[in-house]
């Protein structure tokens, strides 16, 4: 077993870091920047935790320190958990105020090149679902000038039961994905394509992922009577080239569209989609599919985590939803911060791809049950 380093919440109770008061922040600012520091010019992977509120605890830290943040909050009026904390406010619009000023330093506490996944429920209240995720998301985009890039569908696949008459059972959470500025932030798609299926030969002939032979279209491009005979020529030339990039293993599938044959996937108005003009000038595009596979989509078939097998914690989220994120957002040496880590799901995940991270919870006893999560996967 490992030593694990400096983590607040693993030392006895007496020596413990507690929630930096209004009036002790001063005599604390550097006591937590200090910890990341040295936290950070380790070689060891061990998460560090730190114990107090998400806002106060983020103040205390240099700004531009993290590659990557994952987060689920507590959501508005739904538990109560262990310290009490954001989530138990009398409106929702408190709530959401609270919840912009923790975001607030996760845009500070995050690198220009970072990426930041906020998982967030709903609630309703008088009937009226509150639409909750996107005023948070909108808001952001607004006053903090966050870029929204991606909201994805996490469906739970089986929910809990629900008992009303009059609406439908809620089975989905939004994910979101945001950056701090729109170009040049870290995404590395390759991490993430589905390994494609290898093209083969078969009868002496090459035949794509999918079963694309070239042989239909051949004899689409021949017959065609709205393609004229310099057109015909070209697109069986391209043809042949695009199917030698299949030989060469340099593309893995494609589809071929021409004219007056397939129906197109683009919008018919020239103005707008390249395609159109291509279909209209040569007769024929290619879709030509990536050689190192498709990138996931944006809907999530994820079993909820089973939290019968956490002592006292209500709402840990699955693991499986932190992988894709930080396999894309975050580099292999980056830091991944986790403000409201509970029984530190996110910071488990980090520590299994060999991610240095921080995690932060207001209860002791979330951050304990963390830390003995990450020592049993040592
Ligand atoms: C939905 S849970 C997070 C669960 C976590 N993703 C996991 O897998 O275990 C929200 C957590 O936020 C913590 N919390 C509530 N208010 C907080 C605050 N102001 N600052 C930091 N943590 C807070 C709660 O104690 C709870 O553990």
């Given at each position: 077993m490992k030593h694990m380093t400096i983590h607040t919440s693993a030392l006895p109770t007496d020596q413990r870091t507690e929630p930096p008061s209004q009036m002790e922040s001063d005599v604390l600012i550097p006591h937590f920047s200090t910890q990341l520091t040295e936290y950070v010019s380790q070689q060891d992977l061990d998460p560090l935790f730190l114990c107090g509120s998400g806002e106060e605890v983020l103040q205390t830290l240099p700004e531009s320190s993290f590659d990557f943040c994952m987060t689920s909050p507590p959501y508005w009026g739904k538990r109560q958990y262990a310290n009490g904390g954001i989530g138990l406010e009398d409106n929702y619009e408190v709530y959401i105020e609270n919840l912009l000023k923790v975001i607030e330093q996760i845009h500070r506490v995050l690198k220009p090149t970072g990426s930041f996944w906020?998982?967030?429920?709903?609630?309703?209240?008088?009937?009226?679902?509150?639409?909750?995720?996107?005023?948070?998301?909108?808001?952001?985009?607004?006053?903090?000038?966050?870029?929204?890039?991606?909201?994805?569908?996490?469906?739970?696949?089986?929910?809990?039961?629900?008992?009303?008459?009059?609406?439908?059972?809620?089975?989905?959470?939004?994910?979101?994905?945001?950056?701090?500025?729109?170009?040049?932030?870290?995404?590395?798609?390759?991490?993430?394509?589905?390994?494609?299926?290898?093209?083969?030969?078969?009868?002496?002939?090459?035949?794509?992922?999918?079963?694309?032979?070239?042989?239909?279209?051949?004899?689409?491009?021949?017959?065609?009577?709205?393609?004229?005979?310099?057109?015909?020529?070209?697109?069986?030339?391209?043809?042949?080239?695009?199917?030698?990039?299949?030989?060469?293993?340099?593309?893995?599938?494609?589809?071929?569209?021409?004219?007056?044959?397939?129906?197109?996937t683009h919008s018919d108005s020239e103005s707008v989609s390249g395609r159109a003009r291509d279909l209209k000038d040569k007769g024929f595009y290619f879709l030509r599919y990536h050689p190192k596979g498709s990138k996931p989509s944006d809907v999530w078939d994820i079993l909820p985590e089973d939290s019968q097998k956490r002592k006292s914690h209500f709402a840990p989220y699955p693991s499986d939803l932190c992988r894709i994120p930080m396999l894309a957002t975050c580099p292999e040496n980056g830091i991944v911060l986790d403000p409201f880590c509970g029984t530190g799901t996110t910071n488990l995940v980090a520590r299994q791809m060999g991610r240095k991270s921080v995690g932060i919870d207001v209860s002791n006893e979330y951050l304990d049950a963390a830390i003995e999560r990450c020592r049993i996967l040592i």
């Open positions: 906020l998982n967030i429920g709903d609630s309703y209240k008088n009937k009226h679902l509150l639409g909750i995720p996107w005023q948070i998301a909108l808001e952001m985009r607004k006053r903090q000038g966050w870029v929204l890039r991606n909201q994805v569908v996490w469906n739970k696949v089986k929910g809990g039961p629900c008992n009303s008459k009059d609406k439908l059972r809620n089975i989905h959470e939004p994910i979101f994905h945001f950056v701090k500025q729109s170009k040049g932030y870290y995404y590395n798609a390759d991490a993430i394509r589905t390994t494609p299926r290898k093209a083969q030969v078969i009868n002496g002939a090459i035949v794509s992922a999918t079963g694309v032979s070239g042989v239909r279209y051949r004899r689409q491009i021949e017959l065609s009577t709205a393609l004229s005979d310099d057109e015909k020529k070209s697109a069986l030339h391209a043809l042949d080239n695009l199917l030698d990039e299949v030989r060469q293993s340099r593309l893995a599938d494609f589809r071929m569209i021409i004219r007056g044959q397939q129906r197109t």
